[in-house]
């Protein structure tokens, strides 16, 4: 009777805790007509900088996405994720692999993130690598692949993505870093902006600043 009691309070647990975690999720369907003016990223990145008693005002221009230079679209995927336009949301073989690394690193430095899991992560979650947080980063790319076009899933992240200390989106960077408009971008330039998004905050060492 114990045991059946046992199984039944598990089970019962495990329930509550699914339909927790798929309750908590978000609603991505208002992206289709209408652009986030914030994020979760943003959010905790102004948290730091008060912390630090650093004065950062934020810097984002929404521009349509045909107002990014094809340059830079291209930069991106190359180094971000060149089967974009081809997968569902998640790279399955760069996800399996990356997970492979992380086992027999013992660690979770590796994420496997294309930019629709990036989109996920920067909108809704921390940028924290436990594997309960990848689940969602990994569920709601799933739901933002289903609600809206790929074209409009890149629109966003170019216009989200960190570039910077509280550089937000390639229009702010490249009038930033350029002097530009995220339109009038070149090759060289594309390719240093894309360079700059896996740590964008180490622009020194970059040569950028």
Request: net charge positive; hydrophobic share 40%; no cysteine.
């Amino acid at each position: 009777m114990k045991k059946v009691l046992l199984k039944s309070a598990i089970l019962t647990g495990v329930i509550g805790a699914l339909v927790y975690f798929y309750a908590s999720l978000p609603d991505v369907s208002g992206l289709r007509t209408k652009n986030p003016n914030r994020s979760a990223l943003m959010e905790l990145r102004d948290q730091e900088y008060r912390r630090e008693g650093l004065r950062a005002p934020r810097q984002q221009i929404w521009v349509p996405y045909g107002a990014v230079s094809e340059h830079l679209k291209r930069a991106i995927l190359l180094s971000e994720d060149a089967s974009f336009f081809s997968h569902k949301g998640v790279d399955v073989a760069e996800l399996q692999e990356a997970l492979k690394k992380d086992w027999e690193t013992g660690s979770f430095r590796r994420g496997g993130s294309t930019i629709t899991m990036q989109l996920a992560r920067n909108l809704y979650l921390n940028p924290s690598k436990n594997p309960l947080r990848k689940a969602r980063e990994i569920i709601i790319a799933w739901q933002l692949e289903r609600a809206l076009s790929k074209r409009r899933i890149f629109e966003i992240y170019l216009n989200i993505v960190e570039w910077g200390r509280n550089i937000y989106g390639a229009e702010a960077a490249a009038r930033h870093y350029f002097a530009k408009s995220a339109s009038n971008l070149d090759i060289l330039e594309s390719a240093t902006l894309a360079a700059l998004l896996p740590s964008p905050r180490n622009t020194r060492g970059k040569g950028l600043l």
